[in-house]
């Protein structure tokens, strides 16, 4: 997952914007405002070594990937700030939810084998019982 901006020299000869844009487009959202390329995967496994594969690929020589997160996020205006928090919302959102499925995946597991533990105990705790001699409470313990 990723949110950046792509720079480089777009009105290069030797580069296809409208096949960049198809092979972003394949990965994720994208937007183009003054002259930059803005860049989001919210949901797949995208990263800045595959966007600069692809922009390279596209025909772009030199391109620089200026990634987003909460430290660094765009000073542009506020179309662009929006856009981005946006994503980078998504992207935190997903993160927090698949770290704390782990976590409940896992606590998960550990309350099934507590379980599997205490009904053991039990089964054993009423063998024991059954096998033990009971004493005759009407006649004070005696015959």
């Not at 296809?16 to 949901?43: I, N, P, R, V």
């Not at 800045?48 to 391109?63: H, N, S």
């Not at 946006?86 to 997903?94: A, F, G, R, S, T």
Request: net charge negative.
């Amino acid at each position: 997952m990723i949110c950046c901006r792509i720079i480089t020299n777009f009105l290069a000869e030797q580069g296809h914007f409208s096949q960049l844009c198809k092979f972003l487009g394949k990965k994720g959202d994208w937007m183009w405002h003054s002259d930059s390329l803005y860049f989001a995967d919210t949901e797949g496994s995208t990263d800045e070594k595959t966007i600069m594969r692809l922009v390279k690929k596209a025909g772009y020589k030199q391109p620089y990937i200026e990634v987003y997160d909460k430290d660094n996020e765009p000073h542009d205006n506020d179309e662009i700030k929006a856009w981005v928090a946006d994503k980078l919302i998504k992207i935190y959102y997903l993160q927090f939810e698949r770290d704390h499925q782990k976590v409940l995946q896992e606590t998960s597991k550990g309350l099934q084998e507590l379980n599997k533990e205490i009904d053991a105990i039990i089964r054993e705790a009423i063998e024991q019982s059954k096998s033990e001699p009971t004493e005759d409470n009407d006649n004070g313990g005696r015959n």
